[in-house]
């Protein structure tokens, strides 16, 4: 079993930043890589982007590529997600979400993180 904890999570204006952060324990030698997504009231689950535990590759969605960043620290078993220059429509629960070596699908998930973001 892998735990995820997220945090970070706010009300913020539009144009700021903020920083998640997803930290892993258990079994985390079983993951193969780590998603964020989102969702906002009244929606669906969304990607946002993600990140190989080994090599650090990323992939983001469209809608957030060139704003937001994911990163990780090895040695703390945590995730980050950098988000620059928030808009209203950012706003939504944030989750990490871990998907192991065994598995197609991510099997793990976080209990997610408000973020509001105020025009």
């Known amino acids: 079993q892998v735990q995820l904890v997220e945090s970070g999570g706010g009300l913020v204006q539009a144009g700021d930043s903020l920083r998640l952060s997803c930290a892993a324990s258990g079994l985390t030698f079983s993951i193969s890589g780590m998603g964020w997504f989102r969702q906002a009231p009244g929606k669906e689950r969304e990607f946002v982007g993600r990140?190989?535990?080994?090599?650090?590759?990323?992939d983001y969605a469209d809608s957030v590529k060139s704003r937001f960043t994911i990163s990780r620290d090895s040695a703390k078993n945590t995730v980050y997600l950098q988000m620059l220059n928030l808009k209203p429509e950012d706003t939504a629960v944030y989750y990490c979400?871990?998907?192991?070596?065994?598995?197609?699908?991510?099997?793990?998930w976080g209990q997610g993180t408000q973020v509001t973001v105020s025009s």
């Open positions: 979400a871990a998907r192991p070596h065994y598995r197609v699908e991510y099997s793990y």
């Open positions: 990140i190989t535990w080994s090599g650090g590759s990323t």
